[in-house]
């Protein structure tokens, strides 16, 4: 058993209970829409297939808040469901599911007498939107930040065409969480559907994090707090290799204007990697700063036992603090952690 419930989980996702009837002439052809499954489950539909066969915990906030103590949780960070950013619409259309999963993701926060906050979304194929729903997330909502796509329809995180929106995070103070979305790579895979979770997703959120490296994100915008999830992916393979090319390579050295080792450890990243070795090679390599809890509640492929598996890495006391809630707490910007 887990020797605490102070926890901070900053991964966790929201499906609304109704999407909201599409104000327009035309229906969307990926316009999400729900239909009853089994028990207390309903099938998200997008483009007239199931998407994801999901609980009521996606949305019931009592139960789900009664769920957190036995992950040793006291607060969760919830965002949407990543197929919602829907970055493929037209910006209007996303502009308007959006707002509406934004305020549904508040009414939960305000129902949960201080157990959940929020990551709001934005339509980031529009940078004009994008930056005044990030205003109304922050400003209106009170959310702590917003949770972005690993790539905007290919674009990954790091290309200079996000960067006036990451420059509008900086300036508010929000913090950014990159969820892998539609990943590179799903050609290669053999196999069943769910490969493209397991496998793919780690992959496009390695190289986003990448390129905020050799983008020199870190550098341009040292003030913004942005983090990666499922402990960045392969970043961590592909670290080494990086510096060593850095160390070699001319051309690498004159566009990447600090060490790639030394930009890694300024972003964060969730522990969700499922595994006490890998995690403590994470803390080695990011530093005991950077990592947070992580869960992916509440979809079937998530950390029922996140603080337990922090604890059983063998980490000095000060070290589980730090992971378990004080660097969500920076990274979040709140002014108080759970003690």
Not at 215 to 241: E, K
Not at 284 to 310: C, K, W
């Amino acid at each position: 058993m887990t020797r605490c419930a102070c926890g901070v989980d900053v991964h966790a996702h929201v499906v609304p209970e109704h999407f909201p009837r599409y104000l327009g002439s035309q229906v969307p052809a990926e316009w999400p829409s729900m239909e009853a499954a089994h028990a207390c489950h309903r099938n998200v539909m997008i483009a007239g297939k199931v998407y994801r066969t999901v609980s009521d915990r996606c949305w019931d906030t009592p139960k789900r808040i009664a769920d957190l103590p036995a992950m040793g949780l006291s607060l969760q960070v919830v965002s949407p469901m990543p197929e919602l950013l829907s970055y493929w619409m037209q910006a209007a259309d996303a502009q308007q599911l959006l707002r509406y999963t934004n305020d549904q993701v508040a009414a939960m926060v305000d129902a949960s007498g201080g157990k959940l906050a929020g990551l709001g979304a934005v339509p980031l194929q529009d940078m004009d939107l994008a930056i005044r729903e990030l205003e109304y997330v922050v400003r209106t909502l009170g959310f702590a930040g917003v949770e972005v796509g690993s790539n905007v329809n290919g674009v990954p995180i790091g290309a200079p065409a996000l960067d006036p929106f990451l420059e509008a995070c900086e300036a508010l103070g929000a913090a950014v969480f990159v969820h892998a979305l539609r990943p590179a790579g799903m050609d290669r895979l053999v196999g069943p559907a769910a490969l493209q979770q397991v496998l793919a997703y780690p992959g496009d959120v390695g190289l986003a994090a990448a390129s905020a490296i050799t983008s020199n994100l870190m550098v341009r915008r040292p003030d913004l707090r942005i983090a990666f999830s499922h402990g960045g992916g392969t970043l961590a393979s592909l670290l080494p290799r990086l510096q060593q090319g850095w160390d070699v390579f001319p051309a690498l050295k004159d566009a990447v204007r600090e060490a790639p080792a030394e930009q890694a450890r300024r972003l964060f990243f969730d522990t969700l990697v499922f595994d006490p070795p890998t995690l403590r090679h994470l803390v080695a390599t990011f530093g005991s700063s950077q990592l947070m809890v992580g869960t992916d509640y509440p979809f079937n492929f998530h950390d029922r036992t996140p603080v337990e598996r922090i604890e059983a890495c063998g980490f000095d006391d000060a070290t589980v603090v730090q992971l378990v809630h004080r660097n969500a707490g920076r990274f979040l910007g709140l002014e108080k952690t759970p003690s």
